[in-house]
C-alpha cells in the first residue's frame, strides 16, 4: 500500500499537470488534505512530508485531532493551517471561532456574525468563503447562486473576519465536461462577486474547489484551492464518506 507521503506526490504531480493542461502557472493551486476520520498520526505523516492546510468536518473530531498533534509535534503543530470545511450549526460557531484559520462553509449571515463577534482577539481574523450550492444537490447547504452576492457583501462588513472567496461541493457529474460544466457555474459566481468590490474584497482571492475525483476539472474552471482527502489518506469507512 502507497503511504501518505507517496499519495501525497501522487495528488500534488496531478495538481502540476492539470494546471499545465490549464495553461496556469504550477503552484497557482494550493493543497488542502482533508484529514476527517482520520487521526493525528495521518495529519502528522502528511505534514512531515512537507503539506501544512488541513480541512477537517467534524468540529469535535477536529479540536480533539489538533490537540493531539500539539502533543506529539508541538513545533510542526504551529505550522499547521486548519480549515473547517463542514456544516456549521450556530451552537458550534464559538469552536470554529476559536480553532481555526479558515471556514468555507459560510451560507447564512447569522453564522458569519457569531463567527465574527466570536473570533478572540489575540487571534488573526478568521478567512472565509461563501459556500454555494451551485447544483441543488442532496446536499443542501450553500446559498443559491442568484443569492451569493448579497451574503458576500454582508459578510465582507463584519470586523472579525476576512472574506476569501467561495467554495462550492458539486454533486458527482460522469465526465470531465460535466463536471467542468458546473465547476465553471460556480467560477462564474466567483467572478461575479469579485467583480462588485472593491470595496471589503481586497483578498478575495480563493476558489474553493476540486476533490479527489474532479480536481482536474476544478482546475481547469479556475480552482485556486483543491480539498483532497481519499486521494491522500485512503477510502473512508461509508457512513463518514458524506459530509
Ligand atoms: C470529504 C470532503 C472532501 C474530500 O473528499 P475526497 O473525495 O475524499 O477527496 C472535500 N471537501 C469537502 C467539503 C468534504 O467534505
Same mark, same amino acid.
Given at each position: 500500500m502507497a503511504t501518505i507521503a507517496e499519495q501525497l506526490a501522487q495528488v500534488r504531480a496531478r495538481i502540476d499537470k492539470?494546471?499545465?493542461?490549464?495553461?496556469?502557472?504550477?503552484?497557482?493551486v494550493a493543497l488542502m488534505a482533508v484529514s476527517k476520520t482520520f487521526g493525528a498520526q495521518a495529519v502528522l505523516a502528511a505534514a512531515q512530508a512537507g503539506q501544512r492546510s488541513f480541512g477537517e468536518n467534524y468540529l469535535q473530531e477536529a479540536v480533539d485531532k489538533m490537540a493531539a498533534v500539539q502533543t506529539l509535534a508541538p513545533a510542526l503543530a504551529g505550522q499547521l493551517v486548519w480549515h473547517c470545511i463542514g456544516p456549521i450549526q450556530s451552537n458550534k460557531t464559538r469552536l470554529v471561532a476559536e480553532h481555526f484559520s479558515w471556514a468555507h462553509t459560510i451560507d447564512r449571515l447569522k453564522i458569519a456574525q457569531r463567527?465574527?463577534?466570536?473570533?478572540?482577539?489575540?487571534?488573526? %481574523?478568521?478567512?472565509?468563503?461563501?459556500?454555494?450550492?451551485?447544483?441543488?444537490?442532496a446536499n443542501k447547504s450553500g446559498v443559491p447562486p442568484e443569492q451569493a452576492l448579497e451574503l458576500a457583501r454582508a459578510v465582507a462588513q463584519l470586523p472579525r473576519?476576512?472574506?476569501?472567496?467561495?467554495?462550492?461541493?458539486?454533486? %458527482?457529474? %460522469?465526465?470531465?465536461?460535466?463536471q467542468l460544466a458546473?465547476?465553471?457555474?460556480?467560477?462564474?459566481?466567483?467572478?461575479?462577486?469579485?467583480a462588485s468590490g472593491p470595496q471589503g474584497l481586497e483578498h478575495f482571492d480563493t476558489l474553493s474547489l476540486?476533490?479527489?475525483?474532479?480536481?482536474?476539472?476544478a482546475i481547469a474552471a479556475?480552482?485556486?484551492?483543491?480539498?483532497?482527502?481519499?486521494?491522500i489518506f485512503g477510502a473512508r469507512p461509508p457512513q463518514a464518506a458524506a459530509t
Open positions: 492539470a494546471c499545465g493542461r490549464a495553461d496556469r502557472a504550477p503552484g497557482c463567527l465574527s463577534d466570536q473570533r478572540p482577539q489575540d487571534m488573526l %481574523p478568521l478567512n472565509v468563503c461563501i459556500q454555494v450550492n451551485v447544483d441543488g444537490g473576519l476576512v472574506l476569501r472567496g467561495v467554495m462550492a461541493i458539486p454533486e %458527482p457529474a %460522469p465526465d470531465f465536461a460535466a458546473v465547476h465553471q457555474r460556480v467560477r462564474a459566481v466567483f467572478d461575479a462577486i469579485a476540486g476533490m479527489t475525483g474532479d480536481l482536474e476539472a479556475g480552482s485556486t484551492l483543491v480539498r483532497v482527502g481519499s486521494g
